[in-house]
Antibody
Framework: QVQLVQSGAEVKKPGASVSVSCKASGYTFTSYAISWVRQAPGQGPEYMGWMNIYNAHTNYEEKFQGRVTMTTDTSTSTAYMELTSLRSDDTAVYYC??????????????WGTGTTVTVSS | EIVLTQSPGTLSLSPGERATLSCRASQKVSSSYLAWYQQKPGQAPRLLISGASSRATGIPDRFSGSGYGTDFTLSISRLEPEDFAVYYCQQYGSSPLTFGGGTKVEIK
């Protein structure tokens, strides 16, 4: 079955960087884009951006421009999201998700297992 | 940015009852590009509906979506015990993609 399995929880200090991985299985990895969404404790989801796995094109939400980088390793069917200059309000569960619809205007039909990132001094 | 307002914040119902959840957009959602997700504690969101009314694969037909423009509704015809969860709407008709704040459906 289609699965997205993410890396484990992280605890970081303010100013540090975090990298989250997302390993896909059960479908042709290069046929779908991957988006990243985060959810702060008790809040609704917040969209961060997406990556076209086939050509590595990325599109980041303005709020995260300059701090987020999305990459992929097609040889291992894994997507990565790095967030730098971490602040306490970056504490959240980070999800990768498979994109459906067209690339710019899409919804997500399969979600990853989630990675909890805690930013604390 | 399109702001999605979900109401009510919490819906207290009994198993077997009908649930009606609302999602109102601050601007027209293009092409009815609206999705609904279900989320249970400690789990990732699960896609229920896309295109305002199309059920995702494997979603029971007690879930239905409707609406157009700025007003959208998710209905659950007869609540099963596994339906008690938080529900989010998401618009994907314009950038940035945005989510609502959620409606919690709890057991009365």
């Amino acid at each position: 079955q289609v699965q997205l399995v993410q890396s484990g929880a992280e605890v970081k200090k303010p100013g540090a960087s975090v990298s989250v991985s997302c390993k896909a299985s059960g479908y042709t990895f290069t046929s779908y884009a991957i988006s990243w969404v985060r959810q702060a404790p008790g809040q609704g989801p917040e969209y961060m951006g997406w990556m076209n796995i086939y050509n590595a094109h990325t599109n980041y939400e303005e709020k995260f421009q300059g701090r987020v980088t999305m990459t992929t390793d097609t040889s291992t069917s894994t997507a990565y999201m790095e967030l730098t200059s971490l602040r306490s309000d970056d504490t959240a569960v980070y999800y990768c998700a498979r994109v459906r619809g067209n690339y710019h205007y899409h919804y997500m039909d399969v979600w990853g297992t989630g990675t909890t990132v805690t930013v604390s001094s | 940015e399109i702001v999605l307002t979900q109401s009510p914040g919490t819906l207290s119902l009994s198993p077997g009852e009908r649930a009606t959840l609302s999602c109102r957009a601050s601007q027209k959602v293009s092409s009815s590009y609206l999705a609904w997700y279900q989320q249970k504690p400690g789990q990732a969101p699960r896609l229920l509906i896309s295109g305002a009314s199309s059920r995702a694969t494997g979603i029971p037909d007690r879930f239905s979506g409707s609406g157009y423009g700025t007003d959208f509704t998710l209905s659950i015809s007869r609540l099963e015990p596994e339906d008690f969860a938080v529900y989010y709407c998401q618009q994907y008709g314009s950038s940035p993609l945005t989510f609502g704040g959620g409606t919690k459906v709890e057991i009365k």
